[in-house]
């Protein structure tokens, strides 16, 4: 039988490392953090998995350099990815100094009726985050780093095409969207943030969506970066 404290333990330290220094672990631990009530054989199996991954990869960390840049910032969003609940999933990821700053991985509150929809959500929840982060830098004086507006990639032209809508009017394809996720329309006309597209397989955020197998895995490990 496995053991509940023990589980929760490792998995506490997991998600640890997943917010402060291993932005590459955020999907896989909030995953395992779902199961800590009581979990199975294959649920601490898959924890000490990580475990594994973890000791091949001891030497991967987070490296900050000079570079005059500003934030660049991916956002993504999986569709109906909980078998569960049928929920998707918003993540993100800002970088700044050739490093990521902050990022994110978490299941929706609510579902999802499409991939556009989805996105949509997700693009909401980053443009708060931007939002946060202008404020943030201009008091401690680096304001220069946050563009007015402030590019933000994701990959779903179906969800920036919807920022960029003139009519207002409700229709019937956004009338069940609730109206706090308009927040990211309503930035963009402001001119505080700006939705590009960028293909998937250059799409940052896409490592925080659902498992990669090993190559994907490592290659957007790389362009984190790590060394």
């Known amino acids: ?9 490792m998995i506490g330290s997991l998600l640890n490392l997943s ?7 955020s999907y896989v631990v909030s995953k395992l953090a779902q199961k800590c009530q009581s979990p ?13 991954y973890l000791v091949s990869t001891g030497k991967y960390n987070l490296t900050y350099s000079k570079s005059g840049l500003p934030i660049k910032v991916f956002c993504d969003s999986d569709f109906a990815g909980d ?4 929920k998707s999933r918003c993540c993100y990821v800002a970088m700044l100094a050739n490093s990521p700053i902050s990022w994110y991985s978490k299941k929706h509150n609510c579902v999802a009726l499409s991939t556009v929809e989805a996105e ?3 693009m909401c929840e980053v443009t708060r985050e931007v939002v946060w982060l202008k404020r943030l830098l201009s008091e401690l004086g680096q304001s220069r780093y946050v563009q007015s507006p402030c590019t933000i990639f994701c990959d779903n032209q179906g969800a920036i095409n919807k920022t960029k809508e003139v ?3 409700v229709s ?14 309503d930035m963009q006309v ?27 895995t490592k290659y957007f490990c790389e362009k984190l970066p790590r060394l």
């Open 19 to 25: 917010e402060n220094t291993r932005p590459d672990l």
């Open 167 to 169: 009519d207002q009017n």
């Open 172 to 185: 019937e394809r956004n009338k069940h969207i609730d109206i706090q996720y308009f927040y990211c329309k």
């Open 120 to 122: 949509f959500i997700a």
């Open 40 to 52: 199975t054989e294959d649920d601490v199996n898959d924890v000490k998995h990580v475990l594994r």
């Open 83 to 86: 078998p569960t609940d049928r």
């Open 190 to 216: 402001k001119g505080f943030v700006k939705f590009v597209y960028v293909p998937s397989f250059n799409n940052i955020a896409d490592i925080f969506t659902k498992p990669l197998n090993g190559p994907k």
């Open 1 to 9: 039988m496995s053991n509940p404290k023990s589980n929760k333990e």
